[in-house]
């Protein structure tokens, strides 16, 4: 396909975005639908998902909200069960979004690892990892169903660099992008593609009390090459272009869209 507007269109395909009822997920959910594809808005809280499918909605687009938590194997069996009967077909695009300390813990009042145990590590453990396996599991068949597909996992340069106060977060979003990888290589015969954005500091309610301390954010920027926080849209562009026809020939990869925090070689 040679003109980028037509591969941009989504018109007639249906995508899960998991946590798209605020920051990240929320902009993906919008920009896909904008661009024509249903979207169905997964979170753990429904108020969340019902905002942003209303909003959706509102501008004249498709979405279906569903409620669930991505650390629930069966539930989201079930979730994708009932996009698939209620939308007609499975979602061929998936984005693993769903991320940061979990549905309802905070980033903040960190421990170092060596004060911390495994109860400590699954919340981080079960959404950035274990919530990518189970949707990816409950999307794959219907993907190879369909010969095609599109799954991109939202992981963060912690994954790709480590960051010392987020030691369990860094190991989990790089166990992400290393099944992503494997992943991709399983499922390349099929047609669909499997990749990831790995974030620097992105402005969004999860990580307010961050963005409220303007010492830190002063610091933080110091490493950053483009000197501000990065926005949702920023993170949503990148991750629109992976699931869109433009990016048949993309797969297996971490794509860092972080301000110049890092750079990939
Ligand atoms: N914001 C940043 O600075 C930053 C940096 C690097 C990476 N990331 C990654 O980007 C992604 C999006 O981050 P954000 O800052 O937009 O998130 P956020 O915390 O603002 O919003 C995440 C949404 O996901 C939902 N969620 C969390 N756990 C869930 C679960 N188990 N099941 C279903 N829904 C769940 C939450 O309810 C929330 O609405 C995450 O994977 C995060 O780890 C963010």
Sequence with gaps: MSNLSEALSFSGQIAFVTGAGQGVGRQTAL??????????????????????????????GKALALAGDVTNYEGMQAAFAHAAETLGAAPTILVNNAGNAGATDSLSDLAPFWETGPDEWQRWFGTNLYGVLNCCR???????EAQQGRIITVVS???RVGEPHLAVYSGAKAGAAGFMRGLAKAVGRYGITANCVALGGVATPGVQDMIDNEDAVKQMLKHYVIRRLGQPDDAANMIVFLASAAASWVTGQTYPVNGGYSFAV
Excluded: C, W
């Design 31 to 60: 920009t896909l639908a904008a661009h024509g594809a249903r979207v169905v808005v997964n979170d753990y809280f429904d108020e969340r998902a019902q905002v942003v499918t209303a909003e959706i909605k509102s501008a004249g």
């Design 138 to 144: 409950a999307a794959v068949p219907g993907m190879i």
């Design 157 to 159: 340069d912690a994954g």
